[in-house]
């Protein structure tokens, strides 16, 4: 995710050109941060480098997040996470390309916080299912209320082979695997890189990023053997 603090960063568009040579499959940002015409020229350039395209609702209205919605609609963008108004989300995505993964549980603030017990995530992941949605977005390490793990589980639970997305301070390679092994699909991950908190010892985002694709890769094959 470009993304910062949870706000896609000023100089997005030339960081999506940073990072091209990683080839990274799928890359994301936030509806807050930058105005929607550098979200148009970031979008330009993540489709012209062939990555499936994220977006994040952070906003903290339900007005603001059909509002955001719009945008990712607007964007054309192939996923968009977050929210609670699932019903008028669905509504406002259909006929288009762009798939919906709400937040379960009870999000708040910003940064976003997550409340709620694995047995409300396991609920709402199963009536998102009921809904049409592609999956979830889930705040698990932002938790509250409940252990991460824990909530993973549960999401798993409820969304059966639906898509499980893990968001929120995944910054380590233990955590990857952790998640993984708990149910997760994948996961974002923006702050930790840009912080050089992922890999302490190295500079770069460039590298802190191949270090991610490399733990990814390391935990896929561990969980296949």
């Avoid at 994301?28 to 020229?41: R, Y």
């Avoid at 669905?90 to 006929?95: C, D, I, R, S, V």
């Avoid at 912080?195 to 500079?203: D, N, T």
């Amino acid at each position: 995710m470009l993304t910062r603090d949870d706000r896609t960063v000023e100089d997005c568009v030339e960081l999506a050109a940073q990072i091209a040579p990683l080839r990274l499959r799928h890359v994301g940002f936030k509806d807050v941060g930058v105005p929607p015409a550098v979200l148009q020229a970031l979008v330009a350039r993540l489709r012209a480098d062939g990555a499936t395209i994220w977006m994040e609702v952070v906003s903290e209205t339900a007005a603001a997040c059909l509002a955001s919605a719009r945008v990712a609609r607007d964007l054309g963008v192939d996923r968009l996470l977050g929210g609670t108004q699932v019903a008028e989300v669905t509504a406002l995505l259909a006929g288009t390309r762009t798939q919906y993964l709400p937040f379960p549980g009870q999000p708040s603030g910003h940064p976003t916080r997550l409340g709620g017990t694995p047995a409300l995530v396991e609920a709402h992941c199963r009536a998102f299912v009921d809904a049409g949605c592609e999956g979830a977005d889930l705040l698990a390490h932002r938790a509250t209320d409940a252990d991460p793990l824990d909530l993973v589980r549960a999401a798993r639970r409820g969304l059966g082979s639906r898509y499980l997305l893990v968001a929120g301070n995944v910054d380590s390679a233990e955590r990857i695997d952790a998640i993984a092994r708990a149910g997760a699909d994948g996961f974002t991950i923006g702050s930790a890189a840009f912080a050089g908190r992922y890999s302490p010892r190295k500079g770069s985002l460039l590298s802190q990023l191949a270090d991610v694709v490399a733990d990814c890769a390391r935990v896929s094959r561990a969980l296949a053997a």
